[in-house]
């Protein structure tokens, strides 16, 4: 065991003094009778050689979610999994999980996880590179887009304190996080936000050209990045092609330029103990950045601006002037004797009052003299107290702040589910709540979707099990045209076959994939035959939505060979409370002899449309590509409008009916319009 002290830097150095010697922390053996609380290891996951814990649900999946060393994929069964089938993230996305150092404005080592595809498989096509690549898992979104901004300017700064007050200016005005750090000019974060960790939300490339001998960038190849430093102000057509072929390399190799800060406490999940962990690594994060302030160095002489190099105050002077201090000479802006004020150091926090605690800060670092600009910005504020958080943790998770505490009953890690994931993940999972699985893209799950955390801290039953949710044709004849073709299809989805010119097709005209995720009829039955005698191709049999050709002529479809149509409110004679159906399988329950009576819409529960998944878009629908989702088409412009229906448009009861196609009343309703079905046959006349 160990023992581990800090201090802080009372006086840091400044006008020339030295550092102090040492470190700020020293660490000692020493012995205990009592266990620590947060101990080490993963609990029920799986710990990869580097010490990472991974989900026991992506062992054997075909990826490496071990980074670096791919312990994961090591003693599988064959074919265990059902793999994705390509493994190629967009570029350079391993830089999204550096974290960053804002006092020292330094990229450090990763703290996300930016190569595990955490099972899923979520494609994002690229026109820029003519490629599909896959996200992982810590991606939430991301999309490719090409701007190009050839436009030049350029700035002179009469002094460094200019130059140093236009950056600060500059990213006040725009809201961003980063500022003037340090006395070299380099831009890094400023040291008073409230976190540790970038997350880039963009990135694009950029050039800046200081002097003709130096020319700086950011993103971009190598190659054509070396190729950039030779660039010769007696050749304008060279250094064009040069420049040129750089920004067509920031495509594919970008570099990150605007970014969000945000605390790296909330990367603390789903291991023991998480919010106590959190909670103590968000303190030490606020600490670490007050004691690296500026508000701790004396103020410059005339004005002069001070900022923080290592750990040293240094003074930027305004023109005129100089010295360690700026103490020598005149400004030569301004008036003599006018000093402009600067913020002193927050004070500690305020004890509770309700739920409320406060600070405050004083305009005296210096104070303004002489009828100097006053401090900008508030001088006290306030935030939620964390007396509250500690409350609720130490309910929550008692062993963590005390072994001698019995631990909350809760259940452990929930069973993996193969080829799928929990929809929402917890720390902690406590007797009485629910776990939500769901499937990987392209697969269903046939069984328990969710399970439950028991009285006996066990959990209710083992999730189902995700098989594929698609059709293939494996058994069609050569000779018969199918259409659309393509690989798979989903349940429901219908094919129309026929035979090429001189030959007629033998068996039925359309399949459909159905729940047990084979065509029917079945395709191996139908085939193409020569023409006879005077025999000709005729057109194809034209059925009713709700019908379907069988052995030339149309036939009722049973209900579940139903696709898209418009959910309607009816009451059966077997229920007693009115049930949704949609228009096809009640003209297709009619067409079978079974009448059903229409009901108020109100009489039904409408459950919430889920678009998470393109395979089940309605005919009234389309697919966003970059999100995988439906969404309403713009426009009715249906291939398959569906039938005719008699319908109202609006909230008026009084409305005149009118009739409407499907995928018309679907589309509207879709956009928000409320549209009531008063009939699945045409208005009359």
Not at 45 to 69: K, M, T, W, Y
Not at 101 to 110: E, L
Not at 401 to 423: E, K, M, R, V, W
Not at 573 to 601: F, I, Y
Request: hydrophobic share 30%.
């Amino acid at each position: 065991m160990f023992q581990t002290r800090s201090r802080a830097m009372a006086v840091h150095a400044q006008f020339g003094g030295n550092r102090c010697d040492g470190d700020r922390s020293e660490t000692r053996a020493c012995e205990t009778t009592q266990g620590c609380p947060l101990e080490e290891g993963c609990g029920d996951r799986f710990r990869c050689r580097s010490g990472q814990c991974i989900d026991r649900a992506l062992l054997c999946n075909g990826d490496q979610d071990c980074e670096e060393d791919g312990q994961d994929e090591q003693d599988c069964a064959v074919e265990k999994y059902i793999t994705c089938g390509m493994s190629v993230p967009p570029p350079n996305i391993k830089d999204l999980g550096f974290g960053f150092d804002v006092v020292s404005g330094k990229q450090r080592g990763s703290v996300i996880n930016t190569v595990s595809f955490g099972g899923q498989c979520r494609k994002i096509y690229s026109g820029v590179h003519n490629t599909l690549y896959r996200l992982p898992l810590s991606i939430i979104q991301y999309s490719f887009l090409v701007k190009a901004q050839n436009d030049f300017s350029d700035e002179t700064f009469t002094s460094e304190w200019h130059y140093a007050k236009d950056v600060i200016n500059r990213e006040k005005v725009t809201g961003t996080t980063t500022g003037f750090s340090n006395y070299d000019f380099h831009q890094t974060h400023d040291t008073t936000q409230s976190g540790q960790t970038q997350i880039p939300l963009s990135k694009s490339g950029t050039s800046r050209m200081s002097t003709l001998k130096k020319v700086d960038v950011e993103g971009g190849g190598t190659q054509q990045i070396a190729a950039l430093m030779l660039i010769q102000p007696s050749s304008p057509d060279r250094n064009w092609e040069m420049y040129s072929n750089w920004a067509e390399s920031v495509g594919s190799f970008p570099n990150f330029m605007k970014q969000t800060l945000r605390p790296l406490s909330e990367l603390v999940k789903e291991v023991q103990c998480a919010g106590a962990k959190r909670l103590y690594l968000r303190r030490a994060i606020e600490q670490y950045l007050s004691e690296s302030h500026t508000c701790h160095c004396r103020p410059c002489r005339n004005n002069g601006m001070v900022v923080m190099v290592g750990d040293e105050c240094t003074c930027i002077c305004k023109p005129g002037t100089l010295g360690v201090a700026c103490e020598k000479g005149t400004e030569a802006e301004g008036q003599p004797g006018v000093i402009d004020g600067i913020w002193a150091c927050w004070s500690a926090w305020s004890s509770c009052s309700g739920v409320k605690r406060s600070r405050s800060r004083s305009c005296s670092n210096p104070a303004p003299q002489n009828a100097g600009q006053q401090c900008i910005g508030e001088p006290t504020e306030t935030s939620d107290c964390e007396d509250q958080d500690m409350q609720y943790l130490k309910t929550m998770e008692p062993q963590c702040f005390d072994q001698t505490l019995p631990a909350s009953q809760i259940c452990g890690t929930p069973p993996a589910l193969i080829n799928g994931y929990i929809l929402v993940p917890k720390d902690i999972y406590l007797v009485g709540s629910k776990v939500d699985y769901t499937c990987t893209e392209g697969l269903y799950l046939v069984g328990f979707g969710t399970i439950e955390c028991t009285a006996s801290q066990t959990w209710s039953a083992k999730p189902g099990l995700c098989t594929n949710a698609r059709c293939t044709i494996d058994s069609l004849d050569e000779d018969v045209i199918a259409s659309p073709k393509r690989e798979v299809y989903g349940i429901g989805e219908s094919v129309t076959l026929s035979c090429p010119e001189g030959r007629q097709l033998i068996g039925e005209a359309t399949l459909m994939c159905d729940p047990s995720l084979n065509f029917s009829p079945d395709p191996a039955d139908i085939k193409c035959s020569p023409v006879t005698g005077s025999q000709t191709c005729t057109s194809s049999l034209q059925c009713q939505p709700w019908e379907k050709s069988s052995r030339g002529k149309c036939v009722c479809k049973m209900p579940f060979e139903c696709s898209s149509s418009l959910e309607v409110c009816v009451t059966t004679s077997r229920s007693r409370s009115p049930v949704l159906l949609n228009v096809c399988k009640m003209q297709s329950l009619q067409c079978l002899g079974k009448n059903h009576t229409m009901a108020e819409e109100s009489s039904c529960v409408w459950p919430q449309r889920i678009t998470t998944d393109c395979t089940n878009c309605h005919i009234w629908e389309t697919c966003d590509d970059q999100t995988n989702a439906c969404r309403c088409k713009e426009s009715a412009d249906c291939l398959t409008p569906g039938s005719n229906v008699c319908v109202q448009v609006g909230e008026d009861a009084s409305a005149a009916s009118q009739t409407m196609s499907e995928c018309e009343a679907g589309q509207r309703r879709c956009k928000g319009e409320k549209v009531t079905v008063v009939s699945i046959l045409p208005c009359a006349a």
